[in-house]
């Protein structure tokens, strides 16, 4: 169901859970952002490991938080659809039984409908009340990734001021990164506030709907109740229309994105359109309880780094569909969290896909992962590269 007024599509929410995709993937131990730097030197604050950790964190639990963001709105939708279904019916009912006294100039006890009306203002009220709440849970998943955009330039900037070569050098060698980071938080910003905006085209209609209904009291006449029904009919039947797209539009973006998107923890790219396949494996020496090192590799099907932890079960790396995340040993850059992390050494992250070449055929390929925070790759004829 599409709506010409519609500024909110199901592109806007794949850009939204890209964003969310590479953000989670930020490191958030000081040992793992000082490897991805590749400096410990705190001397210059703004560019120190700890300032970066703190950055890092931010954009790890923006990315992590659209994951609430989410459910919460498909939870209203659902419930919004949900009031529609429930008071439809008992709303053409109504308004037969009026059109009845109408027709037979006969006035009935018109209690019960004002009734039923005052009970439709007070279910509307109570969700106007939760609804504001997700407004509020979006408002801030936005205001931080601009925030978060805005430190990231920050940081570039500072480093054309830095005098350690290194470190200098370093920096300009990450800006491509951070520039990806900061494209994918402005589409994504774009795209919130486009469901923003949609968000609040609903609840007025709630609202106005609301309204009508709080206006009916014990003193209304039959005139007064049969207008104030079909207001409320026609502003519940543009809610639920508005309520459906919205809610075809989360169902189509998790349908594309399980389909267009393949493993969740792998690098974005235009090689996923000319390639199949493709999968992660994590490679590693795991330590036993005997204390010797057993070689153990896991291929990541579907791997959701939300969700899943990956641990070394005496020598052995296998997954945790359910993780304890109290104690996670989180992932970052595209190595997937777990406890194995603390009990294994010499771990390796290969992609793997076959990629289609100019002559149509598929041949498997492979690229090592290393700990870049974030890059793209490309299939050039059959090869998977990195897209500069």
């Given at each position: 169901m599409?709506?010409?007024s ?11 859970k890209?964003?969310?995709r590479?953000?989670?993937l930020?490191?958030?131990?000081i040992?793992?952002v000082?490897?991805c730097?590749?400096?410990d030197d ?7 490991p ?5 950055l890092?964190?931010?954009i790890n639990?923006n990315?992590r938080?659209?994951?609430e963001?989410?459910?919460t709105f498909?939870?209203?939708?659902k ?7 429930a008071?439809d019916?008992?709303?053409d ?12 100039e006969?006035?009935?006890?018109m209690?019960p409908?004002a ?7 007070s279910?509307?009220?109570y969700?106007?009340?939760?609804n ?7 408002e801030r998943f936005r ?8 430190d ?7 480093a ?9 050098n370093?920096l300009?060698n990450l800006?491509?990164e951070f ?15 486009a469901l923003?905006?949609q ?10 709907a609301?309204n ?24 519940l039947e543009?809610?639920?229309k ?7 539009c ?14 969740k ?8 359109k000319d390639?199949?396949d493709?999968?992660?494996?994590v490679?590693a ?8 090192w ?10 959701d ?6 641990s070394n ?10 993780g304890?995340?109290?104690n996670?040993?989180?992932g970052?850059c595209?190595?997937?969290a777990?406890s194995?992390?603390?009990s ?7 992609l ?6 100019s002559?149509g ?7 090592t992962?290393t700990n ?14 990195k897209?500069t």
């Amino acid at each position: 169901m599409k709506k010409a007024s519609s500024v909110f599509t199901v592109e806007d929410l794949l850009k939204i859970k890209e964003y969310a995709r590479i953000a989670v993937l930020m490191p958030v131990y000081i040992e793992d952002v000082i490897s991805c730097l590749g400096y410990d030197d705190p001397s210059i604050e703004p560019l120190s490991p700890a300032s970066f950790l703190e950055l890092f964190e931010n954009i790890n639990d923006n990315g992590r938080y659209w994951g609430e963001v989410e459910k919460t709105f498909k939870e209203r939708l659902k419930i919004m659809l949900d009031i529609h279904n429930a008071h439809d019916g008992e709303i053409d009912r109504m308004l037969q039984e009026l059109d009845e006294m109408i027709e037979n100039e006969e006035v009935g006890d018109m209690t019960p409908i004002a009734d039923g009306i005052r009970s439709i203002w007070s279910e509307l009220w109570y969700q106007e009340g939760h609804n504001d709440l997700a407004t509020e849970k979006l408002e801030r998943f936005r205001k931080q990734m601009v925030e978060l955009s805005s430190d990231i330039q920050l940081k570039i900037s500072l480093a054309e001021k830095i005098c350690n070569l290194d470190i200098k050098n370093f920096l300009f060698n990450l800006e491509d990164e951070f520039r990806l980071i900061i494209a994918f938080s402005i589409e994504a910003e774009a795209s919130s506030q486009a469901l923003w905006t949609q968000w609040k085209i609903l609840t007025k209609e709630l609202e106005v709907a609301k309204n009508k209904a709080g206006n009916v009291s014990q003193q209304s006449d039959l005139a007064d109740l049969y207008v104030s029904l079909i207001g409320i009919n026609g502003m519940l039947e543009e809610s639920y229309k508005e309520t459906q797209y919205m809610s075809d539009c989360f169902a189509n973006a998790d349908s594309r994105y399980e389909s267009e998107y393949p493993q969740k923890i792998a690098p974005l790219g235009s090689y996923i359109k000319d390639s199949k396949d493709v999968t992660l494996i994590v490679s590693a020496q795991c330590q036993k309880a005997d204390g010797n090192w057993n070689p153990s590799k896991i291929e990541l099907f579907n791997f959701d780094p939300l969700l899943n932890l990956i641990s070394n079960q005496n020598g052995e790396l296998k997954l945790q569909d359910e993780g304890d995340w109290s104690n996670p040993f989180s992932g970052y850059c595209y190595y997937p969290a777990g406890s194995y992390r603390k009990s294994s050494r010499n771990i390796e992250l290969l992609l793997t896909a076959q990629c289609k070449n100019s002559a149509g055929n598929y041949q498997y390929r492979t690229f090592t992962l290393t700990n870049e925070f974030i890059i793209k790759l490309k299939n050039d004829n059959g090869v998977l590269k990195k897209e500069t």
